[in-house]
């Protein structure tokens, strides 16, 4: 995490597992006092068909998780939207994940 003083970048490093799914590094590279949270939702649009209904899944059913900095996660193939929260709670920044 950058401080508001340095212009370098606190590092770990990192191994990642040996897995057959892709994996993803999480870093922190904002400078400045705000605190967010980042986090991941599986995206209606690749989430289909409810075999048991046949509806599509509500918003309620998609998988999330926050994700933490400075750490790698497994994600399955697929596409995901990422939220950026402030200290607020409110959505900052948002983007999708392929």
Do not use: C
């Not at 799914?21 to 705000?34: H, L, M, P, R």
């Not at 048991?52 to 926050?66: F, H, M, V, Y």
Request: proline residues 2%; charged residues 30%; hydrophobic residues 35%.
């Amino acid at each position: 995490r950058h401080d508001t003083l340095s212009t370098a970048v606190a590092f770990e490093s990192h191994v990642f597992a040996d897995l057959d799914s892709a994996q993803v590094a999480i870093f922190d590279t904002y400078k400045g006092k705000e605190q967010t949270k980042l986090k991941i939702f599986e995206s209606p649009s690749f989430v289909g068909m409810d075999k048991k209904e046949g509806r599509a899944k509500a918003d309620q059913d998609l998988r999330s998780e926050e994700l933490r900095y400075n750490n790698a996660v497994a994600v399955s193939p697929g596409v995901y939207n990422l939220e950026l929260d402030g200290q607020d709670g409110l959505e900052k920044a948002h983007s999708q994940l392929v």
